[in-house]
T-cell receptor
Framework: EAGVTQSPTHLIKTRGQQATLRCSPISGHTSVYWYQQALGLGLQFLLWYDEGEERNRGNFPPRFSGRQFPNYSSELNVNALELEDSALYLC?????????????FGPGTRLLVL | GENVEQHPSTLSVQEGDSAVIKCTYSDSASNYFPWYKQELGKRPQLIIDIRSNVGEKKDQRIAVTLNKTAKHFSLHITETQPEDSAVYFCAASKGSGGSNYKLTFGKGTLLTVNP
């Protein structure tokens, strides 16, 4: 079974630009979660999508947004990039019907804002 | 909202010794507690999890215990090996029904196993 995939692996942007990060969940998983892992701050919950709907969002400004497509893949968009947005962005997926298996993470996209 | 505290932040043990990492959570409605291992430059890997209707779960050299009354849970690694060296994260969630919910993570524990 293929794992969660993310693209790109690295992304370099300048302040004020927009970044788009992509995630493909494990086949059969309908839920996608986005987390930010910044140095010294651990893993912070950003967004949760299930069945194409945004189910919950963490304490991040509205310039962090995303969507989930009919094939359950997801996109995270970060507008008006700020230096402190530099972090590893991790996507995870889980199955609604096999909740005991938990959330599985992709390799992440490392975003650097200059 | 949920808050998860994790201790210690760093832990150094000799190969073959046991390692224990402890976490406390604040929301009594949390009912799912996974542990992740993250090696340098790699993705977090789910290594074990426990639900609130179970007090202890074991998988080979790793075990997790949960005390719902005290709202704390612990990861125990026995017979540690150098390849156990990594950052370990605990997390808590209010997964309900058939779906998990967002995870709230502890800040992580850097475990170093010295040969």
């Amino acid at each position: 079974e293929a794992g969660v995939t993310q693209s790109p692996t690295h992304l370099i942007k300048t302040r004020g630009q927009q970044a788009t990060l992509r995630c493909s969940p494990i086949s059969g998983h309908t839920s996608v979660y986005w987390y930010q892992q910044a140095l010294g701050l651990g893993l912070q919950f950003l967004l949760w999508y299930d069945e194409g709907e945004e189910r919950n969002r963490g304490n991040f400004p509205p310039r962090f947004s995303g969507r989930q497509f009919p094939n359950y893949s997801s996109e995270l968009n970060v507008n008006a990039l700020e230096l402190e947005d530099s972090a590893l962005y991790l996507c995870a997926s889980s199955s609604k019907w096999r909740a005991a298996l938990g959330q599985y993470f992709g390799p992440g996209t490392r975003l650097l804002v200059l | 909202g949920e808050n998860v505290e994790q201790h210690p932040s760093t832990l150094s043990v000799q190969e073959g010794d046991s390692a224990v990492i402890k976490c406390t959570y604040s929301d009594s409605a949390s009912n799912y507690f996974p542990w992740y291992k993250q090696e340098l430059g790699k993705r977090p890997q789910l290594i074990i999890d426990i639900r609130s209707n179970v007090g202890e779960k074991k998988d080979q050299r790793i075990a997790v215990t949960l005390n719902k009354t005290a709202k704390h849970f612990s990861l125990h690694i026995t017979e540690t090996q150098p390849e156990d060296s990594a950052v370990y994260f605990c997390a808590a969630s209010k997964g309900s029904g058939g779906s998990n919910y967002k995870l709230t993570f502890g800040k992580g524990t850097l475990l170093t196993v010295n040969p």
